[in-house]
């Protein structure tokens, strides 16, 4: 009868010890799904950002090639000057 006692025992410690360990390993993935959640989060806000330096950098270039603002440059500070129809050569084949 002792052997018997002890058996069921053992039988129930191991059960107790195997749900131990799937409820640990359940709890444990899902902390980690948590973490990656975060993780997600954190890196979409990143990517918004980036998103919205690239359209005020897209901004800027488009104001920069302007073609006024080229023309204006060129005129005013390079003091360049268009060419007198006399200045042209003209190459034939």
């Known amino acids: 009868m002792k052997k018997k006692g002890k058996s069921l025992n053992g039988i129930f410690l191991l059960m107790a010890f195997i749900v131990f360990i799937l ?3 359940y709890l ?3 902390l980690k799904n948590i973490d990656y ?3 997600l989060q954190e890196l ?3 990517e918004k950002a980036l998103l919205e330096e690239v359209a005020i950098l897209q901004a800027r270039r488009a104001t920069l090639l302007n073609l006024e603002r080229v023309e204006d440059i060129v005129m005013n500070r390079l003091k ?3 060419p007198e129809p006399h200045q042209f050569i003209k190459v034939f084949e």
């Open 23 to 25: 409820v640990f390993t």
């Open 28 to 30: 444990s993935l899902n």
């Open 37 to 39: 959640g975060y993780d």
């Open 44 to 46: 979409r806000e990143k």
């Open 80 to 82: 360049y000057q268009y």
